[in-house]
T-cell receptor, first 116, second 112 residues
Framework: DTEVTQTPKHLVMGMTNKKSLKCEQH?????MYWYKQKAKKPPELMFV???????INESVPSRFSPECPNSSLLNLHLHALQPEDSALYLC???????????????FGNGTRLTVT | GQSLEQPSEVTAVEGAIVQINCTYQ??????LSWYQQHDGGAPTFLSY????GLEETGRFSSFLSRSDSYGYLLLQELQMKDSASYFC?????????????FGTGTQLKVEL
């Protein structure tokens, strides 16, 4: 079990659907992240929120829309996805956005998304 | 841009010692981290090096040489449960901000 909770665990959606991925942490972390991971590949950074403000958008297509309602919650809204968007979507949090020993990333178990 | 290279696969026997190398190219380097990911699981943090030298945490040690843009993860007394993917990750300050970029990953297989 991890301290970062993601729902749902699995999601199948059509290309015309709208769905949302949810992520929650109660460790008091102030930075939250979305990563995308394809099979046998490393996690790829999508978005970073720091103190509830979007600080990094890695040129992600607009069909992915992040939202940070408060310091514990992070959402990823999905609309008009393509089959190539099928992947494991990982949420992570860290104490802050810094790179020190005290700010390792804590990952959730991910949402496995299939776009049909 | 940033790039991090690792061997794709390493195989070792239980009880042995294995070293997983990572070479990186980046600007604005802060430090090198290592993460472990079992199949179907979440990546979990193992270690972090900001300065040159060796950091030891139980059976795992990590080394960094900033001048060589090189690091490695050393796993001792290998156990079957160590079979997993291992990722090095660079924390760097880029034009887009402070972010963590993962290496290509090394799949470690521990055999009896």
């Amino acid at each position: 079990d991890t301290e970062v909770t993601q729902t749902p665990k699995h999601l199948v959606m059509g290309m015309t659907n709208k769905k949302s991925l949810k992520c929650e942490q109660h460790m008091g972390h102030r930075a939250m992240y979305w990563y995308k991971q394809k099979a046998k590949k490393p996690p790829e950074l999508m978005f970073v929120y720091s103190y509830e403000k979007l600080s990094i958008n890695e040129s992600v297509p607009s069909r992915f829309s992040p939202e940070c309602p408060n310091s514990s919650l992070l959402n990823l809204h999905l609309h008009a996805l393509q089959p190539e968007d099928s992947a494991l979507y990982l949420c992570a949090s860290s104490q802050d956005e810094g790179g020190t020993y005290n700010s390792p990333l804590h990952f959730g178990n991910g949402t496995r998304l299939t776009v049909t | 841009g940033q790039s991090l290279e690792q061997p794709s696969e390493v195989t070792a026997v239980e009880g042995a010692i294995v070293q997983i190398n990572c070479t990186y190219q980046t600007s604005g380097f802060y430090g090198l981290s290592w993460y472990q990911q079992h199949d179907g699981g979440a990546p979990t943090f193992l270690s972090y090096n900001a300065l040159d030298g060796l950091e030891e945490t139980g059976r795992f040690s990590s080394f960094l040489s900033r001048s060589d843009s090189y690091g490695y993860l050393l796993l001792q007394e290998l156990q079957m449960k160590d079979s997993a993917s291992y990722f090095c990750a660079v924390r760097a300050l880029t034009g887009g901000g402070n972010k963590l970029t993962f290496g290509t990953g090394t799949q470690l297989k521990v055999e009896l």
